[in-house]
């Protein structure tokens, strides 16, 4: 918020949290860390509109043959952004061609989902998840899984100003101690690890706590202290406050 109010933007507002994450923070409590042998079942999480383009899609269906190739004793599972079939005008990011199509004959071990699947429903069947840099990540990393985000796939893009997000987004990333790069993953490396604890503090305001108690906590806060009380006008604060 500091540095929105140095841009001019002014927010009434509390960084409360997102109760999305919730049951993901309170499944990990207590979970055992994996050592890297005992890590048999990878998630691998798709972004559909990354990379855009032939060369980044093709480059990573190579990745994902490779890593299963290369490791036959474990298990890939690759959740689509979205499934070959699904109209264009339906996807939330515009995709160039679907990633199924650059993976021809996959090995046993590598399994291509065909079915619509919720994350927060799959990440307990997993050990692992790998992705580039999709905020799915932090499903994981809050779930106290270990993950693997593939840098420097060669995209496609049409505005410059995508490029440099994408490249901010893994100098940000960066910070988790997690970022491998993709020429390195062709090779055969396959090195997952547990996100930075201060870099998840960083993104969520308590990483190891769910938020839906607080939240609850600060509406009944501002309902007693200031609309019960008449200290500002009710019409401040939206409210939809059910008994």
């Avoid at 994350?119 to 840099?133: K, N, P, Q, S």
């Amino acid at each position: 918020f500091q540095e929105f109010e140095e841009n001019g933007f002014h927010y009434t507002m509390v960084a409360a949290g997102n109760p999305q994450y919730d049951d993901l923070i309170s499944a990990a409590d207590g979970k055992r860390r994996l050592a890297a042998e005992e890590i048999r079942r990878i998630l691998f999480i798709d972004q559909g509109g990354y990379p855009f383009g032939p060369e980044g899609k093709s480059l990573l269906g190579q990745v994902l043959l490779a890593m299963a190739e290369k490791h036959p004793d474990k298990q890939f599972v690759i959740k689509p952004r979205y499934l070959p079939d699904v109209e264009i005008g339906a996807v939330l990011h515009r995709p160039s061609e679907h990633l199924y199509d650059f993976i021809p004959n996959p090995p046993a071990n590598l399994i291509l989902l065909r079915e619509p699947t919720i994350l927060e429903d799959m990440l307990g069947d997993f050990d692992a998840v790998a992705t580039m840099w999709s905020t799915a990540y932090l499903d994981a990393a809050l779930n106290n899984m270990p993950i693997m985000l593939i840098r420097g796939l060669p995209s496609q893009e049409v505005m410059d100003v995508r490029c440099q997000r994408i490249e901010e987004a893994f100098t940000q990333l960066e910070k988790t101690g997690c970022v491998v790069d993709y020429q390195d993953v062709l090779k055969g490396k396959l090195e997952f690890c547990y996100a930075d604890e201060a870099y998840l503090r960083e993104e969520v305001e308590n990483a190891g706590q769910p938020c839906t108690p607080e939240i609850v906590n600060a509406l009944e806060d501002i309902y007693e202290q200031w609309i019960i009380a008449g200290k500002r006008p009710q019409e401040v604060f939206q409210t939809d406050i059910q008994t």
